[in-house]
Nanobody
Framework: QVQLVESGGGMVQAGGSLRLSCASS????????MGWFRQRPGKEREFIAE???????DYAESVKGRFSISRDGPANTVYLQMNDLKPDDTGVYYC??????????WGQGTQVTVSS
């Protein structure tokens, strides 16, 4: 049973930074990719960033240049560095591990609140 535990959320003022962590119970290189999603109030869950086993990184247009995904293999942890945060970034951030396209594992989420 894969377990993903997010941490690092909190409250920050606009323009500030946060770093989210996602600790995996499994070797992260067992997954094809790991990524971050978020669910803003009243909206559906949306893709934010992903890093695949080869190290390729993909980002949503809305966060390019502000957010950065990285990983620490020995720690089995994936990070999301979020800079220049905006009130519209407020939401619950989820970590996801993916094996191919149909085996998905989710964390419980961590709340990020950005005040203006």
């Amino acid at each position: 049973q894969v377990q993903l535990v997010e941490s690092g959320g909190g409250m920050v003022q606009a323009g500030g930074s946060l770093r989210l962590s996602c600790a995996s119970s499994e070797n992260i290189f067992n997954f094809n990719a790991m990524g971050w999603f978020r669910q803003r109030p009243g909206k559906e869950r949306e893709f934010i960033a992903e890093i695949n086993v080869g190290g390729r990184r993909d980002y949503a247009e809305s966060v390019k240049g502000r957010f950065s995904i990285s990983r620490d293999g020995p720690a089995n942890t994936v990070y999301l560095q979020m800079n220049d945060l905006k009130p519209d970034d407020t939401g619950v951030y989820y970590c996801r591990a993916r094996i191919l396209s149909n085996r998905l594992y989710w964390g419980q989420g961590t709340q990020v609140t950005v005040s203006s």
